[in-house]
């Protein structure tokens, strides 16, 4: 069937994955050398380094000379990361809200982080992890998944992209908009940017490990502290370090307790939590560990926030993949609503949950999903005349964007909820083992 032979071609050409890296690795190596034990542990730091030697030197360098490259940007882009110098009030760095500590989330338990040249403007997301980022497919409006060997022709809809609306498609792209955001790190212009990071010393250092290329102009030097941080965001020992209890699991070197066992069941029957329909649990058929997520845009109908400032504004409503923050699917209301699976690894380090940090403890994330239906009066406000605002941060007209698989499968108030209570606390427990650095017990 041509059609679905193309549509991997598309699929697979869109797809941040090994292969392209291979094939980067492949151009530089010179030869058909063979690869490292395991691509996804030193594959991706070397992808990008290699894709800026092959827009500076025209190619031709050996593939040791790549790496160290690599591990000398990515060195810079940690020291960049964590400098304050970069921002337009000089007090805040990406660290600021993307806390080393914490998985890369924040330290504190605000929905929304304190930014801008005075550092008094709110930001209106809050913000999500940077780990487990090095797969995420560029944003798509039709995705077909490849793991779905049988029916290719599967079209999974909005998915993909960085940002919880998908609005960014690689970790350099992404890093310009805390950059020059007036409510992140306000800095007025890529120039900026620029001159600081030179005052700073980091241009030298950066012309230095990209020589012969020669980084003149300001777009030159912006780029490159903005490729620095992109290849340290892709180091494998600190970002996607699959070092989790869960990890050891289903590596046979760890049992799960018995409640964090019947919280795995749960967390995948579809008639109960059915969370890993979205959230998915299983390797790859490529043998990749989970992402706990399939990276999908989709849309669960929280409440709204008013802990975020811009809430206020009854008119402001964050509609994730069709604005305002993005703007290219502006013209798509079928799109309203709709926010990024992210991945639930690490999650339980996390104090806000969602996009709009709505709630502060993983148990309520997690019982949000069992009772939103049968209990809707415990998550969203009470009008004046006793009847519950559901959906209150949805515009009506968008409501049938909303997910309609389960658990949120038509439940009436006062039905079964989709998980007891006991079901619920087992998740948590679950969710629990996916937090790296588990040291087994001697
Ligand atoms: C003031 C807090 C703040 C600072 C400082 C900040 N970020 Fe973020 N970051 C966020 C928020 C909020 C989001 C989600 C944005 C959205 O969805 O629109 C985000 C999203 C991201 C994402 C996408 C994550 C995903 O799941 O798709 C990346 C990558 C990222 N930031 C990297 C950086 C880098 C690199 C820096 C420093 C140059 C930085 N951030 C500085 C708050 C911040
Ligand atoms: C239909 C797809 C889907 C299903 C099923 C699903 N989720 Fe989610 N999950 C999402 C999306 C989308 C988000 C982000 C929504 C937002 O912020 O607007 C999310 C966010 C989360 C978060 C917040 C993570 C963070 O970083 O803030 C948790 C926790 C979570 N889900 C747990 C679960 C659990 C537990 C289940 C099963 C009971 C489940 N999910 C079922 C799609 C799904």
């Given at each position: 069937m041509p059609m679905a032979s193309d549509m991997r071609v598309t699929k697979h050409a869109r797809k941040l994955t090994k292969s392209t890296i291979l094939a980067a690795l492949l151009v530089f190596g010179g030869a058909q050398t063979a690869l490292p034990d395991d691509l996804t542990t030193a594959g991706n730091a070397t992808g990008a380094a290699t894709e800026m030697a092959a827009a500076t030197t025209g190619g031709g360098m050996s593939r040791a000379t790549v790496y160290a490259q690599a591990k000398a940007l990515s060195a810079i882009g940690a020291r960049l990361f964590l400098d304050p110098r970069l921002s337009g009030s000089g007090k805040l760095a990406c660290s600021s809200c993307h806390d080393p500590a914490h998985a890369f989330a924040p330290a504190n338990g605000l929905a929304v982080q304190m930014g801008g040249v005075n550092m008094h403007q709110p930001g209106v997301r809050a913000v999500p992890t940077l780990m487990y980022l090095q797969v995420v497919p560029q944003f798509s409006e039709h995705y077909f998944d490849n793991e779905d060997e049988a029916d290719e022709s599967v079209d999974n809809g909005p998915t993909g992209g960085l940002t919880w609306d998908g609005r960014a498609d690689s970790k350099s792209d992404q890093a310009r908009i805390p950059l020059l955001s007036n409510f992140e790190m306000a800095n007025?212009?890529?120039?900026?940017?620029?001159?600081?990071?030179?005052?700073?010393?980091?241009?030298?250092e950066l012309q230095q490990i990209l020589a012969p290329a020669v980084l003149g102009t300001k777009t030159q030097k912006f780029d490159a502290v903005l490729k620095a941080l992109e290849v340290y965001q892709q180091d494998p020992a600190t970002f996607y370090p699959y070092s989790s209890k869960y990890d050891a699991y289903l590596a046979g070197k760890a049992v799960l307790t018995p409640q964090e066992q019947r919280g795995l069941t749960a967390f995948s029957d579809p008639d109960k939590g059915n969370c890993s329909s979205c959230h998915i649990s299983d390797r790859a058929n490529d043998g990749t560990p989970p992402q706990f997520t399939d990276f999908g845009l989709i849309a669960i109908g929280l409440p709204r926030n008013m802990a975020i400032p811009a809430n206020k504004d009854p008119a402001y409503v964050d509609l994730g993949v069709c604005g305002p923050l993005r703007t290219d699917m502006k013209d798509h209301p079928d799109y309203c609503g709709l926010f990024k699976t992210p991945t639930l690894r690490n999650v339980a380090t996390r104090k806000t949950f969602f996009h709009n940090g709505i709630f502060h403890t993983l148990r309520d994330a997690v019982a949000f999903y069992a009772t939103r239906d049968s209990d809707p009066g415990r998550w969203y406000p009470h009008r004046a005349d006793g009847t519950i605002a559901k959906f209150n941060d949805l515009p009506q007209r968008y409501w049938p964007n909303l997910n309609s698989d389960?658990?949120?499968?038509?439940?009436?108030?006062?039905?079964?909820?989709?998980l007891t209570d006991a079901e619920t606390d087992d998740i948590v427990a679950f969710l629990q083992t996916l937090t790296d650095g588990y040291r087994p017990a001697q």
């Open positions: 007025v212009s890529a120039d900026a940017v620029a001159d600081a990071a030179e005052k700073a010393g980091y241009i030298a389960p658990p949120f499968d038509g439940r009436k108030p006062g039905d079964k909820p989709a």
